[in-house]
């Protein structure tokens, strides 16, 4: 399909953004009443929530490994959250990011302390708009915490894409519909190690140098924003 | 030595390096340096940094004492839940009851509270429990609630003091599980209120004279009362 | 899975001998009830509810499909509900079993029997084309009475859904038509106590559940008994005139969260 919009036009996006300019990103830590861990995650129009179960025994036990935790994240979208309802229940889309956010998780989490059990990592998109892979896994990284897990660090995503032959920060949906390329790449903040990383599109390796680099970046800014709702929500006047 | 200040740090802080200090509980050594592994508070000594976790399940620790709730009732022993990642084994020699092979439901079975102490926890988090103490027991009436079991050490306070005011003001039997779960016994108004001082007490943990802000309250609800 | 503990039980027993309930409510009151409506952009209608600290999201999807054949005049509406492991350490991932059939089905029928969706006015082309009303019922924090709080949500996103005919190049935008909404309450009974909006612990050991949805009239529209507990001819009449009350209470509620 030929792209008929002018996804760049002097420098600007359709939303009025900079090539290396983020969404809005709001965050807020421990909004649920049962999960041992949750967060409400606001990133441009994507709106999700993540909750954390656990360390418990992992069921069934056949699942369970006798030297460390598994980390069971699963990624779900509401029926609700797109233009064209979704029908219920996980679909091969979903079951793969549930995979690799997994995955990611793994590595980050003390699952050594935890043998035989399990922590469960619950995602829901309930309005979706581009990188919604992106908002999980840094929604799940807060909720973790939140929950008390130990870990090595606290994990955070951010994509970087190709609109019109430039390379952009943070696609937004109509960049993600109509663009030449998608990067979601997660990190650990701390030692810059790449937990996720995913493509598809077209890219020169010169291309894929820079989107890797704005990616990075971008995780770094929001990772800051993170800490900030996690010390906000426990550091708040609890003094004198 | 006493804390100055209440510092929170989150996993992946820098807290100092091996060189000078120690790493103690809630961190972990990368290239020399000591970070935290989780939220929590730091508390630092002569030799050690340590961080005390704000939130998380109960981790067991040997001499403990709980409160835990009958989960399964199996032909020698019974499982327990006692709030931690893993259910805890109670074995029929760990009761002061004569149970035969069997009839273990006749003495404890699912759903029934238990003021118990944690026995063994070995390498692979295999918890044991044991009800063979004068303080331990099944537990009959009253009312069990729970709280994050970091703010035990604040509902108990220094040597007692806090538990002590909340006995004294409402008349109530407590009992404080390390693993967070709290038994209170007493008339509707005392449980109220002890279930009431505790939610201020979470809420509050971190502040400094908390003690003695309860205390005023607890007076002033006794005054009011008669 | 999460046990309740015996003396738990005890307590709330004796509590209810004494006409009293944990949180202080009497027998006939309701928790705190929250409407926030319009909460997601994608959907054409949604609304977030909190009853206490129970929290349901609901969003309306619209779509043209083809009617039923017995009804060829008709919209079509359905209801699905979600109990997500988001919500509670006991929920199961996977395809919904019977506790989230039921709710679906039981919010579906009071909207369906009080014909709130004006369904024949939904009709594009009879026999061909129709519009599509699907009802999403998102779970996302239980503690207690999962029935109230899908279907408030689920009447609150109604009551703010636009058709969206742009999208489908129909024309603009309109609300959807609709009549007067239904309003559920739950109540549950145990030890011959009947206690209206169970919090998590009340359902817990809960015999018997009664959920009767009325109308601004004081009709009923549909009821739905739940457990394996009984209820004497009394008891039921008594919860009908329970769910009457604060159904007037709470319709008035979700008109003022609507704007009406």
């Known amino acids: 399909m030929e792209a008929e919009i002018k996804l760049l036009e002097n420098g600007k996006r359709l939303d009025g953004r900079k090539p290396d300019e983020l969404r809005n990103i709001k965050i807020e830590v421990g909004v649920l009443h049962r999960a041992e861990g949750s967060c409400y995650l606001e990133w441009g129009g994507n709106k999700v929530i993540a909750a954390v179960y656990g360390p418990r025994e992992a069921v069934p036990r056949h699942t369970q490994n006798p030297l460390r935790a598994i980390v069971n994240a699963r990624y779900n979208m509401a029926a609700f959250s797109v233009d064209d309802r979704k029908r219920p229940g996980p679909d091969r889309r979903s079951r793969e990011i549930s995979k690799v956010i997994s995955e990611a998780l793994e590595n980050i989490i003390l699952v050594e302390k935890y043998p035989r059990a399990s922590i469960d990592v619950n995602i829901e998109v309930l309005d979706a708009e581009a990188g919604t892979r992106c908002a999980g896994l840094t929604a799940a990284g807060v909720a973790l915490v939140d929950a008390g897990i130990p870990m090595k660090d606290i994990p955070v995503a951010c994509a970087a894409g190709k609109i019109e032959n430039q390379v952009v920060l943070d696609l937004g949906k109509e960049e993600d519909n109509y663009g030449s390329a998608d990067l979601p790449v997660a990190i650990s903040p701390r030692t810059g190690e790449i937990l996720l990383l995913q493509m598809d599109g077209h890219l020169t390796f010169e291309e894929f140098e820079k989107a890797l680099d704005l990616a990075i970046k971008g995780c770094h800014i929001i990772s800051d924003i993170q800490k900030k709702a996690i010390m906000a929500k426990y550091q708040s006047n609890k003094e004198g | 030595m006493a804390q100055e200040k209440r510092e929170i740090v989150i996993p992946s802080q820098l807290l100092g390096e091996i060189k000078n200090k120690k790493a103690g509980k809630g961190t972990f050594v990368e290239n020399g340096k000591i970070y935290a592994e989780v939220l929590g508070v730091l508390n630092l000594n002569q030799n050690y940094i340590n961080v005390i976790p704000l939130k998380g399940r109960y981790d067991p620790v040997e001499k403990d004492f709980v409160i835990g709730i009958v ?110 779960r709290i038994w209170i016994d007493g008339d509707e108004d005392g449980v109220k209120k002890v279930i009431d001082t505790i939610n201020l007490i979470e809420d509050e943990a971190l502040s400094y004279g908390l003690t003695n802000r309860i205390e005023e309250l607890l007076k002033k609800d006794a005054k009011d009362v008669h | 899975m999460s046990i309740t503990p015996s003396i738990k039980r005890d307590f709330l027993e004796n509590l209810a001998k004494n006409g009293k309930r944990a949180d202080g409510r009497k027998f006939d009151e309701f928790r705190n009830i929250e409407i926030e409506t319009g909460v997601i952009s994608k959907a054409e209608g949604s609304a977030r509810v909190k009853i206490g600290n129970t929290q349901v999201i609901a969003g309306i999807k619209m779509d043209i499909g083809e009617p039923y054949p017995d009804s060829p005049d008709s919209g079509v509406m359905t209801t699905a509900a979600e109990l997500i492991p988001l919500a509670s350490p006991d929920f199961e991932a996977g395809p919904p079993r019977e506790n989230a059939i039921e709710l679906a089905r039981v919010v579906d029928r009071g909207i369906r029997e009080s014909e709130l969706i004006e369904v024949d006015k939904l009709c594009i082309e009879p026999g061909e084309k129709v519009w599509l009303v699907f009802i999403d019922i998102h779970i996302i924090d239980f503690d207690g009475n999962l029935f109230d709080a899908a279907s408030i949500a689920s009447l609150a996103a109604l009551l703010t859904t636009n058709v969206p005919a742009e999208r489908l190049e129909l024309g603009e935008n309109y609300p959807l038509p609709l009549k007067e909404p239904p309003v559920s309450c739950t109540s549950v009974k145990f030890n011959d106590v009947i206690l209206i909006d169970p919090s998590l612990d009340e359902e817990e050991i809960a015999e018997a559940r009664l959920t009767v949805a009325t109308d601004k009239n004081g009709d009923i529209r549909a009821m739905q008994k739940g457990l394996n507990g009984s209820f004497t001819t009394d008891e039921v009449k008594k919860v009908i005139k329970a769910s009457i009350d604060n159904g007037k209470k709470i319709l008035e509620q979700l008109y003022k969260s609507v704007g009406k």
């Not at chain 2, 805890?88 to 035969?100: F, I, K, R, T």
């Not at chain 2, 390498?123 to 970091?150: C, F, H, M, W």
């Not at chain 2, 004294?168 to 407590?174: A, G, L, V």
């Open chain 2, 71 to 180: 989960q399964e009732a199996m032909a020698s022993s019974w499982l327990v839940d006692i709030n931690a990642a893993y259910p805890a084994l109670l074995h029929v020699n760990e009761v002061p009851w004569d149970v035969e092979f069997g009839e273990t439901e006749r003495y404890l079975n699912h759903g029934d509270s238990i003021m118990a102490k944690v026995l063994q926890v070995d390498q692979e988090k295999k918890l044991q429990i044991t009800l063979k103490d004068r303080n331990l027991y099944k537990i009959k009436g009253g009312q069990i609630i729970a709280v994050e079991p970091s703010k035990v050490p604040r509902i108990i306070g220094k040597k007692g003091s806090m538990i002590t005011l909340l006995k004294k003001y409402t008349k109530c039997r407590m009992f404080v599980g390390q693993n967070g």
